[in-house]
């Protein structure tokens, strides 16, 4: 079946506007996370959706960023007035439910460059 | 807090040739480690994990044991193909508690394998 798949791929947008990334995760996949890839960093998480769970936004670095899920299905990461520091690419994930033996299935990212 | 260290590249190996990507990790408690690769063109994939100190992961070839007493989780394979070129991932959860898919990444290492 298909995997995660994220849009769009790319994204080129200028500083102080707002941005939507979306993320299709596989079917049937309760669990769903955001993580940020910075150049020549590792990923970083952002935020986690478990089900009808709160989700965990303990990762989200300001309150410009943002994000949705509607019961198990796409998800919506919202980063509003764009800074040049959020270029970087934004990665989704899906796992079947969360656990330790549960894998994450990644999708291919979103790159942001903030000009 | 959770942190990875991961030997920095890029590594340029002849094919058939053996390879270790090292990777040290800081975490509180007994952690879940991961190696996830990503193959040109496409998303993270978990390649090995271990969940339990001497534990060793292996998948297609690849090889790392998890050492508690070094916190180490080497990435070993003794004949290295050119199909294995990629960005290569260390990662840890820790155990327990609401962690799940909280993965702490290291900032990859790039893996060229020549003919």
């Known amino acids: 079946g298909a995997g995660v798949s994220q849009s769009p791929s790319n994204k080129v947008t200028e500083k102080g506007k707002d941005v939507e990334l979306r993320c299709d995760p596989i079917?049937?996949?309760?669990?769903l996370y955001w993580y940020r890839q910075r150049l020549g960093q590792g990923l970083e998480f952002l935020i986690y959706?478990?089900?009808?769970?709160?989700?965990?936004k303990s990762g989200l670095p300001s309150d410009r960023f943002s994000a949705e899920r509607t019961g198990e299905s796409v998800s919506t990461l919202t980063i509003q007035r764009t800074q040049q520091e959020d270029s970087a690419v934004y990665l989704c994930?899906?796992?079947?439910?969360?656990?330790?033996?549960?894998?994450?299935?990644f999708g291919n990212g979103t790159r942001l460059t903030v000009t | 807090g959770n942190s990875v260290t991961q030997m920095e590249g890029p590594v340029t190996l002849s094919e058939e040739a053996f390879l270790t990507i090292n990777c040290t990790y800081t975490?509180?408690?007994?952690?879940?480690l991961f190696w996830y690769v990503q193959y040109p063109g496409e998303g993270l994939q978990l390649l090995l994990k271990?969940?339990?100190?001497?534990d060793k992961g292996s998948n297609k070839g690849f090889e790392a044991t998890y050492r508690k007493e070094t916190t180490s989780f080497h990435l070993e394979k003794g004949s290295v193909q050119v199909s294995d070129s990629a960005v290569y991932f260390c990662a840890l959860i820790r155990a327990g508690g609401t962690s799940y898919g909280k993965l702490t990444f290291g900032q990859g290492t790039i893996l060229t394998v020549h003919p």
């Open positions: 975490a509180t408690g007994y952690p879940s």
């Open positions: 959706f478990q089900g009808n769970s709160a989700p965990d």
């Open positions: 994930a899906s796992s079947l439910v969360a656990a330790d033996f549960s894998p994450l299935h």
């Open positions: 079917s049937g996949h309760t669990a």
């Open positions: 271990a969940t339990k100190a001497d």
